[in-house]
């Protein structure tokens, strides 16, 4: 019974079409961020307003498993940073650092020097936030978050690609806080955001 047993398996791993089946992607973009209580929050404390989409820096990282042809599932890490600073106060700045790791399921498209990739994903969401108004303070929060992903790849050599993406997300992470309570009457990061990254994808 065993011996069958193992005989399957080893039949499934030898007949197994032959694709690439991981994909090591790495790069770095803008996202333009909709957080409607924190945008509130800096209004007041805007020298002149502030944009609707707040703009941050966004790095990312992936590794992508084909499970068959026309189906991945991945792993990525985003990293957002965000600045902010006015005269409010004398002198006043925030920011905070966004990572965003999450799970992806992926329907692939792929061709002669192409491949395009369609997906959902979901993970947590860790936000280090610090307030500098004469005093610094720093404030954490967890949450989750939940993503639609799209990404083009076009073949450069052997094994690598370019690519370019884009991301719909819905991070809901609350209120940060710290020891001495919640940031400034329950302000929330809550947010919804579009993403845009160009990368390199080494693929075997």
């Known amino acids: 019974m065993k011996k069958n047993i193992w005989l399957s398996i080893l039949f499934l791993i030898i007949s197994r079409p032959l694709f690439a089946q991981i994909d090591i992607a790495a790069g770095m973009g803008i996202s333009f961020v909709y957080a409607p209580s924190l945008n509130s929050y800096l209004e007041m404390r805007a020298d002149d307003g502030i944009n609707t989409f707040l703009s941050t820096a966004e790095f990312f990282g992936e590794v992508d498993y084909s499970i068959s042809e026309k189906y991945q599932i991945g792993f990525e ?68 978050g939940f993503l639609f992903k799209a990404q083009g790849h076009t073949k450069l050599g052997e094994k690598f690609y370019a690519n370019i993406g884009t991301s719909l997300r819905t991070d809901f992470t609350g209120s940060p806080t710290n020891k001495f309570g919640s940031f400034h009457e329950d302000i929330n990061i809550n947010s919804i955001s579009i993403s845009v990254n160009l990368g390199i994808t080494y693929s075997f």
């Open 77 to 144: 890490y985003v990293y957002t940073l965000f600045d902010f600073a006015s005269s409010y106060a004398g002198n006043y700045s925030l920011s905070y650092n966004h990572h965003k790791p999450s799970v992806l399921g992926y329907y692939v498209i792929s061709g002669n020097g192409y491949k395009f990739k369609l997906g959902f994903g979901t993970g947590m969401r860790i936000i280090n936030l610090t307030e500098d108004i004469s005093i610094k303070e720093s404030y954490d929060v967890i949450g989750i």
